[in-house]
């Protein structure tokens, strides 16, 4: 069975069609799953997903994250996740798509509003790792360095990440351009490691991967990051490198690239940089929005102080 290619907006319609006159469910139940669903497209086309066949597991999760840190109601997100699990359950009998992501979906546990942060020691053996990898000259290994390198120097969305063209990155002056929510163009800068791993990226892995187009030829020739069969690389793609390195930490929350965006804010309080620089370097429209690593920052330090404080 292979999975059609609709768009996700159009198979949200048509499922429910089905669970108002399919089904004959109520129109309060109808209304609920509308309005979590259409949440749902919001979120996944913001991530340049705006296929179901593209939504997977681990960007389900980060929908109902997201909600968790935004402080709604947990009654709110249970309801989401079964709203997205009905959703997807029909789009797999139905023949839409060939396998459920929603299948293993649970909202998220606990009061916690915070995201989730690696620490830097993590975070270091995860790049060194990476690096040993990369050091063998295999394409593949070489664009993941280079990836997770970016998106925690830089503290980019993977939406942003994957529209990178090679023409916006300036390695003399360790920036990269990149286009943010709403279209609003953003300068980030990186430090050496980065470079480093983009340059061993541009100058021996992307020529192998891109041998695999055309020539070259297509969007793919403009593309900083390429998927595994020469292609742009994708959101899809940019969640799977991340979840692979992240899935045996200890911790709770997402796995996704939106992790090391979270880790990269933090560490830069930590490291005493000014809130409105951080929210520059985001993207942030609202000094509130980045105003909750301010508060990761000092449940972190409350729990160093539990740990090691021998009065605490």
Do not use: C
Not at 41 to 55: E, H, N, P
Not at 167 to 188: A, F, I, N, Q
Not at 238 to 261: C, K, M, N
């Amino acid at each position: 069975m292979t999975e059609r290619t609709e768009g996700l907006a159009a198979v949200v319609d048509a499922f429910l069609a089905h669970a108002r006159h399919g089904r004959g469910l109520s129109e309060q139940t109808v209304r609920a799953y509308a309005n979590d669903l259409e949440q749902l497209v919001a979120f996944a086309m913001a991530r340049g997903v705006d296929r179901l066949s593209d939504v997977g597991l681990e960007l389900l999760r980060d929908w109902l994250w997201d909600a968790d840190h935004r402080g709604l109601a947990r009654s709110t997100i249970a309801r989401r996740s079964s709203s997205v699990r009905a959703f997807t359950r029909w789009a797999s009998d139905s023949g839409v798509i060939t396998s459920d992501p929603g299948a293993r979906l649970r909202a998220p546990k606990g009061a916690s509003h915070l995201p989730r942060v690696v620490s830097s020691d993590q975070v270091r053996t995860m790049l060194d790792s990476l690096a040993a990898r990369a050091a063998t000259d295999d394409p593949g290994s070489l664009r993941d360095l280079a990836v997770v390198e970016l998106l925690y120097a830089a503290g980019i969305r993977v939406s942003e990440l994957v529209g990178i063209d090679v023409r916006d990155l300036d390695r003399s002056r360790l920036t990269v351009r990149v286009l943010g929510k709403g279209g609003k163009e953003r300068v980030v800068p990186f430090g050496v490691p980065a470079r480093d791993a983009l340059e061993a990226w541009l100058d021996r892995g992307r020529p192998a991967l891109l041998m695999i187009t055309r020539a070259g030829e297509g969007p793919a020739a403009d593309a900083l990051f390429l998927g595994d069969r020469g292609g742009r690389l994708g959101v899809r793609g940019a969640y799977r490198i991340v979840a692979r390195l992240l899935q045996d930490l200890p911790g709770e929350g997402p796995s996704g690239p939106h992790t090391f965006r979270h880790t990269a804010a933090t560490h830069l309080l930590d490291g005493g940089a000014d809130l409105r620089a951080v929210q520059e370097l985001l993207g942030h429209a609202s000094l509130g929005t980045t105003q909750i690593y301010t508060h990761v920052s000092s449940a972190r330090l409350r729990e160093v102080y539990r740990t090691a404080h021998p009065r605490a």
